[in-house]
């Protein structure tokens, strides 16, 4: 498979009166025609940051990208002019948002938010449009279609919203998907639904997919690949199998220990990963990890770990993982 | 929805009614009235009996639950009464200034709503720009001064305008024409205190579009828009300024309703014989049918303004439902 994506030594940050905010702070990795990548990783750790980046979405002020690249089917969106990028955003990239309450707009019909974006880049007829619109309304499983194109946000549950705003980032045959969040929001039980009916379409329609989340058990069900996500870096990467089988970052093994896992007896006690983010406007030349790290070295205080590989495909960054993975076999 | 309109209009029953106690009971409280104010305004000597024969005449002298009642008893008729100080029927002396005073409002609102909707919407966008600077700096002005003064100066700038380019000084018409007899003159009569309180009005309605737009720019329906790819000017014109023109149409109907009776130092500035005029007279005269009438009248303005408002905003937002 060709490689769709590529994020390349990405770099975002904030101007606040606190100082810089280093929200993503040179990330890097590629995501291939029609595959599920996961990025994994706490609140604040620069996932959506990151995602936005990718969309150029960050307001200015007071956020900015301030270096690396984000290749696109070859082309640099990064340098793109705003008229090049507004043909990638929701032609090329679809986007689903964390929260289905407020990402639609209250004041203008489903019908008309999905027809648009059809008629802005495809340039059809309202009427084709509108038989678009339809189509996609039953392809994300929304019951008669053609009623709920008159109907308003507030018509709709928070599980049918996001089925919206699925169908919303389908509707122009897009070649990546990226969903932030997509089912935080959500009940449980709907949580379940909306990540099949993404992983269904996404799969069916040859669709690569960026799934965001700060839960490890959904990556394990719907992710090809995971990049584990620290204080803006990307501190694990790996298939989904190694990752929740092999962690090799204290860091991800402490996250697998904060969810239930179906491959382990029910007891196994869940331990919330302890201590608190570090603050991005006051990192260091260290290892961000290391005030909560119970694997930490002295060497960790001087040198910010680089990715080294632990398996084919599988890196972390992180200089004790040797150390990590042995502890992991002498438990399981 | 018929329901509701239905609902409406009967809610103004009461409201009008608590309005006349308010004013029927406050102006008698005032001590003189309108027989006293004519004979003995000048300070000269008058006649007891003279006073007497007035009061009887004006029904000034009956016991005042039958003055209020037979007030009540008239407006539930349609049956205005005259104006105590002229003798002419309320409703002639208001009719025309009425006209005016909801022409003035009107324009004024229209100034305003051309003023302050593309001004706050492009100082939002422009936000800490010379142009937001520039737009914020017009609308504290137009708070700061005062529109009489405003007005002053339109006129003197008319004059003086007017006068260097044709030779002769200009003064807009004084002598009121409904707009339907004599646009042109009627226009050119109007426009300068319609732009003289429009500005004002604008000022804080250009504040409240900007802050508006400033928190809808930042709703996540606008990145959703933004992530689709729209032009910036569709993502204004449909997604943003919908929904920021909410608190905007509140603050455009009380200001409406205000002009209705308030203008009365405008008026004066441009020679306009409008309501709020009739207001400070009928007050200063004791003129208790024409005070009656005319609060009456303001409040019935205010309570239909609101319920426009109302309708408005539903149309605005569609979650909002009439019941
Ligand atoms: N508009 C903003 N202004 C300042 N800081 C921001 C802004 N948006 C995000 N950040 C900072 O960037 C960091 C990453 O945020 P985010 O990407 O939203 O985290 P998450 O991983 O939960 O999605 C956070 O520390 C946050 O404080
Ligand atoms: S580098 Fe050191 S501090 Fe950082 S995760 Fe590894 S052991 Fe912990
Ligand atoms: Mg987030």
Known sequence: MATLLEVDNLQTQFLTSAGIVKAVDGISYDVEEGETVAIVGESGCGKSVGALSIMRLIPWPPGRIIGGA?????????????????????????????????????????????????????????????????????????????????????????????????????????KLIIADEPTTALDVTIQAQILELMKGLTRRLGVALIVITHNLGVVARYADRVNVMYAGKIVERGRAHDIYHRPSHPYTLALLKSVPRMDQPRKAKLDPVEGQPPDLTRLDEGCSFRPRCRFKVEHCEREFPPLNSVAPGHVAAC?????????????? | MYQYVLKRLLLLFPTLLGAAVLVFFLMRLIPGDVCELRMAGTGAYFDKEALKICQDELGLNRPILVQFWEFIRGYATFNFGDSMYTGRPIVEEIVLRFQLSLQVAIMATITAILIAIPLGT??????????????????????????????ILIILGLLITTKSWFGAAWMPPIQYRPLWEDPVYNLTMLIWPAV????????????MTR???????????????????????????????KNSLLPVVTVI???????????VVTEQVFNLNGLGKLFVESVTNFDYNMTQALVMLVVAVFVLTNFVVDVLYGWLDPRIHYR
């Open chain 2, 253 to 263: 109907g009380i200001e409406f309703a205000f002009l209705m009776g308030g203008l």
């Open chain 2, 122 to 151: 492009i100082s939002a966008i422009k936000q800490n720009t010379w142009i937001d600077y520039g737009v914020r700096a017009f609308s504290i002005a137009g708070i700061a001064m005062p529109s009489f003064w405003l007005g």
């Open chain 1, 319 to 332: 200089f004790e993982t040797a150390r990590v993975v042995r502890l992991e076999k002498v438990a399981s």
């Open chain 1, 70 to 174: 984000v290749r696109f089917q070859g082309k640099d969106l990064v340098k793109l002019s705003d008229a090049e990028m507004r043909h990638v955003r929701g032609k090329e990239i679809g986007m689903v948002f964390q929260e289905p309450m407020t990402s639609l707009n209250p004041v203008l019909t489903i019908g008309l938010q999905i027809t648009e974006t059809v008629r802005h880049h495809l340039g059809v007829t309202q009427e084709e449009a509108d038989k678009r619109a339809i189509e996609l309304l039953g392809l994300v499983g929304i019951s008669e279609p053609e009623r709920r194109l008159k109907q308003y946000p507030h018509h709709l549950s928070g599980g049918m919203r996001q089925r919206v705003m699925i169908a919303l980032a389908l509707s122009c045959e897009p």
């Open chain 2, 196 to 207: 003289a309180t429009g500005y004002r009005y604008s000022a804080v309605a250009t504040r």
């Open chain 2, 211 to 241: 802050s508006a737009m400033l928190e809808v720019l930042r709703e996540d329906y606008v990145r959703t828009a933004r992530a689709k790819g729209l032009l910036e000017k569709i993502i204004i014109r449909r997604h943003a300024l």
